[in-house]
Nanobody
Framework: QVQLVESGGGLVQAGGSLRLSCAAS????????MGWFRQAPGKERDFVAGISWNGDSTDYSDSVKGRFTIFKDNAKNAVFLQMNSLQPEDTAVYYC?????????????????WGQGTQVTVSS
């Protein structure tokens, strides 16, 4: 059984940084692509960042490109999202997800397993 557990969310001032962690149990993260999504109140759950099974390919939504970095630690079976220069519009619940294959998808339908989410709140 696959479980994904996010941590690292919290309250931060605009311009600050947070690092989200996603610890995976079950199949190792170096077999599947992983992604981060976020959902603000009253909005859809949107793609934030994705990383391929071997870490060679990453991509980001335009809104976070240049500020966020996704990376994996295979030894820890974990995926991380380093978030810098946070802005109030980054406020959302952030979800880690495991893709159905080795390449990440920009769509929620490309992911088979989801974590419970971690709240990120950025104050102005």
């Amino acid at each position: 059984q696959v479980q994904l557990v996010e941590s690292g969310g919290g309250l931060v001032q605009a311009g600050g940084s947070l690092r989200l962690s996603c610890a995976a149990s079950g199949r190792p993260v170096n077999i599947y692509a992983m992604g981060w999504f976020r959902q603000a109140p009253g909005k859809e759950r949107d793609f934030v960042a994705g990383i391929s099974w071997n870490g060679d390919s990453t991509d980001y939504s335009d809104s976070v490109k240049g500020r966020f970095t996704i990376f994996k630690d295979n030894a820890k079976n974990a995926v991380f999202l380093q978030m810098n220069s946070l802005q109030p519009e980054d406020t959302a619940v952030y979800y880690c997800a495991r893709a159905v294959a080795g390449q990440f998808s920009y769509s929620k339908s490309g992911y088979a397993y989801w974590g419970q989410g971690t709240q990120v709140t950025v104050s102005s």
